[in-house]
């Protein structure tokens, strides 16, 4: 007998089999995946604030603080703090420019006269992110409320515009007067945002960065569509949240198995 009449046999054993079972049961499965960080050494969490960047419309660091500890306090077994969220871009040091020309020196603002920059895009977001390797500020600042696991890091929050060929499900009748829906491709202009979270988290007891990740999300609707930006940072944090919860704390991914009887 050679390989591939075996196989066809094997094959057609399990068809029969198959056709022969009149019950199928599905078994619903939880799998849980192990967080990516150990945090038993830490009975509390601080989420501190963000070094933000973008659009001006959000202000992101309140609003990703907020965000973060309401979903820590229901899944998550560590005690969130409650403080005032910290505005580190002050804290960081904000990297300086000259005055405009024909501004005289210290009529800008600042000891050495020159305006704070304004984060727009990630390359001047790098710019304070020196604040981070600081373990003598973050320590200090763990003393402060008992030594707990400090969240912190960057985010980016800019407007965005593609243009494209979009495919759409357009409704058309047929001769017969039935309505029915045809895919149609239309090129169109589509405005949004992306988000650009970076999450670190400290050891509040030493002062160093433990672990860190960074994430991308955007979202695009059509033009017709007027969409708050407050309503798309939302829409783009419910996505990233699972992943930010999966670092602290085990998570389950529910699936179903199919049993043959």
Not at 20 to 28: A, H, L, R
Not at 41 to 54: K, N, Y
Not at 128 to 154: C, D, H, M, R, S
């Amino acid at each position: 007998m050679t390989a591939r009449t075996a196989s066809r046999l094997a094959s057609l054993v399990v068809a029969l089999a198959a056709a022969g079972c009149t019950t199928y049961y599905e078994i619903p499965i939880d799998t849980p995946i192990q967080p990516k960080l150990d945090v038993s050494a830490f009975q509390r969490v601080l989420v501190v604030g963000f070094i933000v960047g973008g659009t001006d419309e959000v202000d992101t660091n309140l609003e990703t603080v907020r965000l973060l500890r309401s979903q820590l306090r229901t899944k998550s077994d560590l005690k969130v703090i409650e403080a005032d969220a910290i505005p580190l871009v002050e804290v960081a040091g904000a990297p300086r420019v000259k005055p405009p020309e024909g501004r005289a020196e210290g009529a800008a603002g600042g000891q050495d006269g020159a305006v704070p920059k304004r984060i727009r895009d990630e390359k001047e977001l790098e710019a304070y992110e020196a604040i981070f390797a600081n373990v003598e500020y973050w320590k200090k600042l763990g003393e402060e409320y008992q030594n707990p696991l400090i969240v912190t890091g960057t985010i980016l929050f800019t407007p965005h515009s593609q243009s494209g060929f979009v495919q759409r499900d357009q409704e058309v009748y047929d001769q017969f007067g039935r309505r029915m829906s045809q895919p149609v491709r239309t090129y169109m202009e589509r405005r949004g945002f992306i988000l650009k979270p970076k999450f670190m988290f400290i050891d509040g007891r030493t002062g160093a960065t433990l672990y860190s990740e960074t994430f991308r999300e955007q979202v695009l609707y059509n033009p017709q569509q007027n969409t708050p930006a407050l309503s798309s940072y939302f829409e783009l944090m419910d996505r990233l949240i699972p992943s930010f919860l999966g670092t602290l704390s085990s998570q389950k991914i529910r699936g179903s198995r199919i049993l043959l009887k």
